[in-house]
């Protein structure tokens, strides 16, 4: 049991439980702030999400997407970073209870607290469907999607049935947001040009890849004319898009789906799930501590200037909350709110005590890739298509990369994916995680012979 | 259960098991043969194992040493690569017997079998000192030793019991061969110039790396002066070397070692293996089929063309055989054999019947690295250190790598490793994997909450 050193104790302590794109950029507002920070994340690194599908497909390498916390924080003094998953919150006694990965138990103190505990995947009741259609909000989600997406062509070059070989072969990605567009246009890419002369047995360009939403267009939120120009590009590639199409089952060799037209099972091994979101459970932590409610989607309703409501000691931001005016889940988001309520803090803790004015998104655009050199960019009015919108998605997300040595082998790594080389540099599969677990099973029950498949170096 | 296809078998069939340094070489060699070439690897990438310390200790990505084995032999049109695990050979029918991650069965007829399955570590007999000092010969390996290295200074962090903050942070590597002094180098170089000012409560420069091996110098088969440099350069950089010294007990908390002065017990929570090495079990499995036997580190006795005594239709080569004369278990070694067998399988091939010259080791030399600008080579006469060694090791190591994009992409990270960025780009931990199951078990036993800590995203 351990409290903060006898040399914090007299400044304004503040303690940010989560350090992504929300935690940071609290942080970084509080930097000449005259407070001690405290930054508290489960893991050792700060994610860039949006490139978690570049990860799964192959081009980037994990580190490049997420440097070590504390590395990003390393010159701002009044920050310290602990690894320790928080336990639980005692708003009474303002103390964080958090654990660390060996057990040892932690209370911080706070004078001020911000959550900032993002969202995780949403299977809408169906929890079952986790293990056959993994999605991807974490580094170690995009290492498992990448053994089964390169796993499943392993596997099918090995078998000689042509009918599991066409299971394997058939890719379907649930949710046509630009998560699940992004990475369509990727499984395209591989299939038709970085893959196929390494197989001798198959032919990857046979590949089925299926991109369906409940929603009747892909990228919802995009403007009418980017919508149909996303879909025309995907379809050119081979992708084949399924709107209106709800999966009302999904189990280790398929998936099932209902449109108007009725139903229809796809027999698949590899799904991934780039549909619903679920808030953090800190969202309905705090929301039973003060007897509020969370949202159907977990959230937690928070007042204009972010803090919790009557409770102007406690902010919540990012994924995890919901707002009046509706905003959208994404990382520009998290991070205004963040750069406010670290400067709202900063005031405070001068003394400032005038109710601030609210939190105001500012939306700057969405943008999306439609595989290897196409993008669409839908920025306040500006509507770009196909290799403008890509050359303006890789300088707005090289730019949001922290650290120079990221960036440029960020940028080197998309060269290594250009067409003339065809080539994607970070292909490890764990071979344990090639095969949906329960596949694996039923082979071995069915198996004729008795020798076990140990994991082999992944 | 699937036997080769139709087109395949009139040619001369050759199977080769295992896709390293040995098995790649030997694939290559037979790239004019008319032969069919089937190669298997119970993973799905090429290790350049020379490098696994910079993975574990955050400088390259694990893609850059680990290319995608037919990728890297997706030219040769007369190879089919296979992500399978050798269960059996059946030397009589002339069968390799294999099974796919999924539990697919495979049955391979050979004309010819070259197998070049690698070592593992050994422990002397203590087995169950691989879960408290784990070694480096996978990717998983280097993975589960970076989240141990890196997550010791993570826990030493939150940690507010000095002895506990020294346990963690007192790091013993066992075998000073240019593995252990390599990574003790690296240990030193995290300790003190990548590490220090991103923590708060702890100086990560007083952490104690003690390098230690039984013999009475480190890097035994270096010329005495480059051994001598290699120890003062070690120390210059604050690495206790122990000679003389052997590892009596191993545990969660410790290591006890064993010296002409006495026993010393070491309380350090991270240990690594870098000491003996252990044939392939297909080494066994092979000799118990022939009648023969296998030497202490489990090697099989191979004729002197590296074929099987009496059976001129199974090779072996690399780490798991032993020649008469007594050849170091390096990828100089096994890529030589490899380019040697191919050869002769190509002259076989082509009917041509006469006794082979035995092959011959040309043994260009031994290099290793200490630290981050140092490095000491022997190569026939040629003795080099300090900066210039580091130079030609660089270039070595560099030229020995497949492809432009990892030579180009190591090149960069060790730019970026360099003092004047003083970073290390990769450095993703696995939260589960940073301390030592038994130290946790412990914890939690004694943990005064009740709330169990879910692997975080790693």
């Known amino acids: 049991m351990a409290t903060a050193g006898h ?31 405290t930054v508290i994340d489960r893991t050792n690194h700060h994610l860039f999400q949006p490139l978690l599908y570049q990860v799964a497909t192959g081009i980037l ?4 997407i997420a440097p070590a916390l504390r590395r990003v924080l390393k010159t701002q003094r009044n920050v310290r970073t602990l690894l320790a998953e928080v336990g639980d919150i005692d708003l009474e006694r303002k103390i964080v209870h958090a654990a660390a990965p060996d057990g040892q138990h932690m209370d911080l103190p706070y004078d001020t607290l911000v959550v900032a505990g993002g969202a995780t995947h949403a299977y809408f009741g169906h929890d079952e469907w986790a293990e056959h259609a993994p999605g991807m909000k974490s580094i170690e989600d995009a290492r498992l999607l990448r053994s089964r997406i390169l796993g499943a062509y392993e596997l099918a070059e090995v078998s000689q049935d042509p009918a599991e070989q066409e299971a394997y072969m058939t890719f379907v990605v649930v949710g046509a947001g630009p998560t699940g567009v992004e990475l369509a246009g990727q499984l395209s890419e591989l299939a038709r040009h970085v893959l196929p002369r390494e197989y001798r047995s198959i032919d990857t360009r046979k590949a089925r890849i299926i991109l369906l939403d409940g929603a009747p267009t892909v990228l919802p939120p995009f403007a009418k004319k980017l919508q149909k120009y996303t879909q025309k590009t995907l379809e050119d590639k081979g992708v084949e898009v399924r709107l209106n199409s709800m999966a009302t089952h999904i189990d280790a060799d398929s998936i099932t789906v209902k449109s108007p037209k009725g139903e229809e099972r796809f027999v698949a091994r590899t799904k991934v799930w780039a549909a619903g979101v679920q808030a953090s459970p800190l969202a309905a932590m705090l929301a039973k501590a003060t007897g509020s409610e969370v949202d159907r989607a977990g959230r937690l309703a928070v007042d204009p200037d972010c803090s919790l409501p009557e409770r102007h000691d ?21 991070m205004q709110q963040g750069a406010y309520v670290g400067k709202l803090i900063a005031s405070r803790s001068r003394g400032d005590d005038t109710t601030p004015a609210p939190f105001k998104y500012f ?8 595989g290897a050199r196409e993008a ?3 920025a306040r009015g500006l509507k770009v298509t196909g290799w403008l919108g890509y050359m303006l998605w890789c300088y707005v997300h090289v730019m949001f990369l922290i650290g120079w040595g990221n960036r ?7 060269v290594r994916s250009l067409r003339f080389a065809r080539n994607r540099g970070h292909r490890l599969i764990s071979v344990r995680a090639t095969y949906d677990e329960g596949i694996a099973a039923e082979h071995h029950r069915a198996g004729d012979a008795g020798h076990e498949i140990p994991e082999a170096a992944s």
Chains 1, 2 share one sequence.
Request: aromatic residues 6%; without cysteine.
């Open 363 to 370: 939306d700057k655009g969405s943008m999306a890739t439609i």
């Open 408 to 414: 440029l082998g960020t940028l080197f790594n998309w």
């Open 314 to 334: 406690v902010y919540a931001i990012g994924d995890m909350v919901s707002t009046i005016d509706r905003l959208p889940g994404v990382a520009q988001v998290a």
């Open 61 to 64: 390498s994990p580190g490049l």
């Open 7 to 37: 040399d914090r104790q007299e400044r304004h302590k503040v303690v940010i439980v989560g350090g992504g794109f929300g935690g940071v950029q609290t942080a970084k507002a509080l930097r000449k702030a005259d407070v001690d920070i």
């Open 376 to 378: 669409v960019a839908d």
